[in-house]
């Protein structure tokens, strides 16, 4: 007889009330944020790196390079795009679970009591470093802007070991034309 009691009880299934099922919601919805958090991050970093390379690229006058480049940023900011807009999704989604009426303004502390104290730090440390990111993004996208149409007494350029040596060996063959020129060398043109 206690098989045939206990029968019932093994295919039933827990019926959770409404706290447990919204705190279920919100852990899972804060986990698919942070993962969005995650990839936004990278998408960050693999574009600061593709924006270095495009500068290098356009020193170097290497078109093909740029145009390579060029194409990788779109997509990774395409990307970003996406990226951005599932974060607003889910975003919203989480802010109706938890009952605010505008989730947009809500910020990653107002979250932290809702959520186990190892994600608040992901989202703290995610949120930290995408903000770092931006700014120098921001900086980096300006500078050009800022510069144009300065003059300078004295300008300092850090160069990639790959762009310096282009440079020196530019620099070899613009001194070599030099010297054969300066010991009297004459050229001759047929017109």
């Known amino acids: 007889m206690s098989s045939l009691s206990e029968e019932p009880l093994k295919g039933t299934k827990t019926m959770l009330n409404d706290d447990q099922r919204q705190k279920v919601e919100i852990r899972q919805l804060a986990s698919e944020l942070t993962g969005i958090m995650d990839r936004l991050h990278q998408l960050h970093e693999e574009l600061g790196q593709v924006m270095v390379d495009l500068d290098e690229a356009r020193m170097q006058a290497d078109y093909d390079a740029v145009a390579k480049h060029g194409n990788r940023e779109y997509r990774l900011l395409a990307r970003i795009v996406d990226e951005e807009r599932q974060r607003l999704i889910i975003g919203e989604e989480l802010g109706d679970v938890i ?3 505008v989730p947009s303004e809500w910020s990653v502390e107002d979250l932290v009591p809702h959520i186990d104290e190892e994600t608040a730090e992901r ?3 995610l949120r930290d470093s995408i903000i770092q990111q931006s700014y120098e993004l921001r ?3 300006r ?3 800022l510069l144009h149409g300065q003059i300078f007494e004295q300008v300092e ?3 990639s070991p790959g762009t310096r040596s282009w440079v020196e ?9 030099d010297d054969s020129v300066d010991q009297g060398e004459s050229f001759e043109i047929d017109f």
């Open 99 to 101: 009952g605010i009426e």
């Open 123 to 125: 989202f703290r440390y």
């Open 139 to 141: 900086a980096q996208n």
């Open 143 to 145: 500078l050009p802007e």
């Open 157 to 159: 350029v850090y160069l």
């Open 169 to 177: 060996q530019s620099q070899a063959t613009v001194q070599e034309c």
